[in-house]
C-alpha cells in the first residue's frame, strides 16, 4: 500500500465542502457572455458580446467564454454543460439551497446552445476568431476583435461538436425535467435533432473550422465517442431502445487508442482510461454501466472498461497509467492538469455509488477495490485542490486564506468598467498582463491548472498552464462537491 501525505482525512479537519461548492458554482456567472441578469452576482462583470450571431443573421448572445481568453468554443462548452447537468442529476439532492445556482448555470449554457441549434442541419461551432482574441488582452467587455460566427453543416459536418451538443441538451433536458416540463420537452426534442443531423452528417469539425478551433480544441479522439456519449444520454432520457441499439452496434468504437497533442507531440493513450472535453471513453463507460451491472458480467464492455478505468486511476493497481505527486495529487500528460483530476473523481464517486448498490468489487490484479476506497481516492484529490497539500493553498480562487492571486484570465485582470469606465484597447491591456500585482477583480470559484509534478507552483499569469481557470475544469468539480458536502458530518479515514 503507498502510503501518501494527503494520507487521512475526516469531518474535523476536512475543508469547507458546501463552501467550496457555492463557490465553484459561482465561478459560471464570471464566464458568462451576453447580457447580464439584474440577479447577476458576480458585479464586476458587464454586458458583453451582445451582437455575438449578427454576421449570420443568428442570435448567439449569451453563453460561456471557455477560460482567460474571451472565445466561445462550443465543443467545451458543450461539454461543461453536460458535466453541470450530470452534476444536478446525480447529486443535485445534496446541493441544497446551491441547487438554484446550478440549474441556472445549466440553463445559461441550455439556453445558448438553443439558439446554436435554431437552424435545422447547421450548428454553430464557435464564434469569434481565436487568434484574433488570444492576440489580445482585453475585458470581454471592450472587444473590438472579430466575433465571426463559424457553422458546420451537412457539406462541412462537424460531428463532435454536434453531437456533444446532443448529449449536452438531452442531459439538460432531465435536469429540468422535474422543475420546469415544458422546457426539458423542448431540450430533448432538439437533443434528438442535432443527434439525427450528427449522425446523418459525419465528418470532423477539424476540417470544417478547424483554422480556429484547433489548436486549441483540435479533436484528437476522433467522433465516435461523441455520437455514443450522445446516445447514451438520449437512452437515459428516452428509454428508447433505439438509442441502446445504438450504442450496441457501435460500442467497437470505443476500443481504440487515444491520441492526444502535448505540447506538440502526440500522446497516445488506451481510450478506456480518457475523458474530458475531447474523449468522452471513460464518462460512457460509466454511465452506461448503471444499466448492465444488476446483472453484470466481467466481461461485458462497459463493465470490463470501466473496470479497467478504475485500475488506471489506483494508486496500487498494478495497471495505473497516471503518477501522483509527492503531495498525492493525480497527474495526466499535458497542461491544465485538474481538468483530469475533477473529471476523474466525479466519475470514481458516480461509479463507486452504482458498484455499492450492485454490491460489485474491482479487481485490478490481485487488489481488490471496494466503492468506499474509490470515495477516499476522490476525497484526496478534492482535498489536496482545496489547500491540503503541501503548499497550503487552495487552488481554488477565493477559497481558503491562500489561494491564486494572479491568474491569467481577461476579464479578472483588468479592471472592472466600475472603477474604469474608459475603454481598454487590444494591447492596453497588457499593463495588466504583465503586472505582479494581484488580480484586480476576484473571479471567486475558478480552479486553475494546478501545481506541477512535484508539487510546485508559481503563481504568475504568464504561467498558463498553471493559472488558467476553464468552465470543464469546475462543471464536474460541482457534482463532486455537492456529494462531499452531504459526507462532510461523517469521519472516513483513508489511505493512498
Known amino acids: 500500500m503507498i502510503m501518501m501525505k494527503a494520507g487521512t482525512s475526516s469531518a474535523s479537519n476536512s475543508p469547507d465542502y458546501a463552501d467550496a461548492l457555492s463557490k465553484c458554482i459561482l465561478f459560471f456567472e464570471g464566464q458568462r457572455s451576453g447580457k447580464l441578469p439584474s440577479t447577476q452576482r458576480m458585479t464586476w462583470r458587464k454586458d458583453s458580446a451582445l451582437r455575438d450571431g449578427s454576421d449570420i443573421g443568428m442570435d448567439l448572445v449569451g453563453g460561456y467564454y471557455d477560460a482567460g481568453d474571451n472565445v466561445k468554443f462550443h465543443f467545451p462548452m458543450a461539454f461543461t454543460v453536460t458535466m453541470l447537468a450530470w452534476s444536478v442529476i446525480d447529486f443535485g439532492k445534496y446541493m441544497g439551497w ?16 438553443l439558439k446554436a441549434t435554431s437552424v435545422g442541419h447547421v450548428v454553430v461551432g464557435q464564434v469569434a476568431d481565436s487568434n484574433g482574441d488570444h492576440n489580445c488582452w482585453e475585458r470581454p467587455e ?4 472579430p466575433r465571426t460566427s463559424y457553422v458546420v ?20 433536458s432531465i435536469a429540468f425535467k422535474a422543475s420546469d416540463a415544458n422546457y426539458s420537452a423542448l431540450l430533448l426534442q432538439r437533443s434528438k435533432q442535432v443527434f439525427d443531423f450528427a449522425d446523418g452528417y459525419q465528418g470532423s469539425y477539424n476540417l470544417s473550422i478547424g483554422e480556429v478551433a484547433c489548436p486549441f480544441y483540435c ?38 487508442i487515444v491520441v492526444r497533442n502535448i505540447h506538440g507531440n502526440p500522446y497516445v493513450g488506451a481510450s478506456f482510461a480518457e475523458f474530458g472535453w475531447d474523449a468522452k471513453h471513460a464518462g460512457i463507460n460509466v454511465l452506461v454501466s448503471q444499466w448492465v451491472m444488476k446483472h453484470y458480467s466481467n466481461d461485458n464492455p462497459y463493465i470490463l472498461n470501466a473496470d479497467k478505468f478504475v485500475c488506471s486511476i489506483l494508486p496500487e493497481s498494478p495497471s495505473k497509467s497516471v503518477t501522483y505527486t509527492p503531495g498525492g495529487l493525480l497527474i ?24 455499492r448498490v450492485a454490491h460489485k468489487l474491482v479487481r485490478c490484479g490481485d487488489v481488490i477495490v471496494t466503492p468506499s476506497r474509490l470515495i477516499n481516492i476522490a476525497r484526496s484529490q478534492v482535498d489536496y485542490l482545496l489547500g491540503n497539500n503541501p503548499l497550503g493553498r487552495s487552488y481554488m480562487v477565493g477559497f481558503g486564506p491562500k489561494f491564486p492571486r494572479k491568474i491569467h484570465h481577461r476579464g479578472a485582470t483588468i479592471p472592472s468598467i466600475d472603477k474604469h469606465p474608459q475603454k481598454i484597447g487590444c494591447r492596453d491591456g497588457d499593463q495588466y498582463l504583465y503586472s505582479q500585482n494581484p488580480d484586480m477583480n476576484q473571479l471567486t470559484g475558478a480552479i486553475i491548472g494546478g501545481p506541477a509534478g512535484d508539487d510546485s507552483f508559481s503563481d504568475s499569469r504568464m504561467n498558463v498552464g498553471q493559472t488558467e481557470p476553464t468552465t470543464y475544469i469546475n462543471a464536474p468539480f460541482v457534482g463532486v462537491l455537492a456529494y462531499f458536502k452531504s459526507t462532510a458530518l461523517k469521519n472516513t479515514t483513508f489511505d493512498i
Open 153 to 172: 453543416n451537412e457539406t462541412n459536418p462537424g460531428t463532435e461538436v454536434s453531437a456533444e451538443i446532443a448529449a449536452a441538451l438531452a442531459a439538460s
Open 219 to 256: 479533436d484528437y479522439s476522433g467522433y465516435a465517442d461523441e455520437l455514443l456519449w450522445a446516445a447514451a444520454w438520449l437512452y437515459k432520457a428516452t428509454q428508447r431502445p433505439y438509442y441502446w441499439k445504438y450504442l450496441g452496434e457501435n460500442i467497437h468504437h470505443l476500443e481504440s
Open 98 to 113: 446551491e441547487k438554484k445556482h446550478a440549474l441556472e448555470a445549466v440553463r445559461w449554457g441550455s439556453d445558448y446552445l
Open 142 to 145: 471592450d472587444m473590438d476583435t
Open 332 to 355: 495526466k500528460p499535458g497542461g491544465s492538469n485538474t481538468q483530469h483530476v475533477t473529471a476523474s473523481s466525479f466519475l470514481l464517486i458516480v461509479y463507486s455509488r452504482y458498484m
